[in-house]
């Protein structure tokens, strides 16, 4: 950790690396959770830029892969430059492996 964006262009103002997973639940006959399983780690990195020339909305193209763009914003201000915050969800490992994160149990 140190200050700066590692590996990043020139006008990249931010970034920010969010880790969520999916959660199974399992529940009793009342339906009061008992026990739940994390699975499914879904990194998803956001992206702070200065806009260079055009605006093209990466999140309107037909994608697939293992990196996908799920946002794309565009903010113009009459004081600032115009900047774009781009939300990419990553599969990690080319999506080979499906990781448990944790299981817990939960009482009442």
Do not use: C, W
Request: proline share 4%; glycine share 10%; charged share 15%.
């Amino acid at each position: 950790m140190g200050f700066g964006i590692p590996d990043a262009p020139a006008n990249m103002t931010g970034r920010t690396t969010n880790n969520s997973v999916q959660v199974a639940r399992a529940t009793d006959n009342m339906g009061n959770n008992r026990e739940q399983t994390t699975y499914g780690l879904v990194p998803q990195v956001q992206e702070d830029t200065i806009v260079v020339g055009t605006f093209a909305n990466a999140a309107t193209d037909g994608q697939t892969g293992e990196d996908v763009v799920t946002a794309h914003n565009l903010t113009e201000s009459n004081t600032a430059y115009a900047t774009v915050q781009k939300t990419r969800d990553i599969i990690p490992g080319g999506g080979l492996v499906d990781t448990v994160i944790t299981s817990t149990t939960t009482t009442e």
